[in-house]
């Protein structure tokens, strides 16, 4: 099995202080995550770093200069104590496709939602996911997202690092790898507590986030 899930879209690094995490992420790293823009209404901002071809990493935290939101901030950022590495995304050929023969094979990734964020250049990006209360609660099964006409992320000169590997542990990786495989990916599953983790190649060296 590949130490890269396949299909990775990006990786979901959140953090209830985004400007704390983006600052030890550069001193751990030596590479410093690029602001990616404003999940305007929601009440959140992210940094980005590719990993490597079309895959990302985004470190997502409250924003400080939006309002409170109505609703709970994406990822539930205001009740974590600390960064977690929480989930991860993964971006089919066709999404409509790839949510039809999920569900034929026994899992349903939710309805498909429309979302957008503005850039610093002031550009919109738009995208559809996946995603509802039904996810599975261990952040493990990864959502389904397509960026349709919009640019890329990971195609708009992010700094980069190589990604080695993603990680995970859950305490019934059997439970968890159906799952994975009726989407149409994969994911080296160790048994334990719930957890996900990556390393990359750094200017540091190797460096690892999260469960390992």
Known sequence: MSAVPPLLDHLVLATPDLAATVAEFARRTGVTPAPGGVHVGLGTRNHLVGLGGRSYLEIIGPDPEQPEP???????????????????????????????????????????????????????????????????????????IDWGDSPHPATSGLPVLTLLEVTATVPDPDEVRPLLSALGTALVLGRGPCGLGFTVVTPNGPVTFGRR
């Open 70 to 144: 109505a609703e709970r901030r994406p990822f539930d950022v205001d009740r974590l104590t600390g960064p977690r590495v929480l989930t991860w995304a993964i971006s089919p050929p066709d999404l409509d496709t790839a949510v039809t023969a999920a569900r034929a094979r026994g899992y349903d990734p939710g309805p498909v939602h429309a979302m957008s964020r503005r850039t610093p250049d002031g550009g919109l990006l738009r995208w559809r996911l996946t995603g509802s209360d039904r996810a599975h609660p261990s952040g493990l099964v990864p959502f389904l």
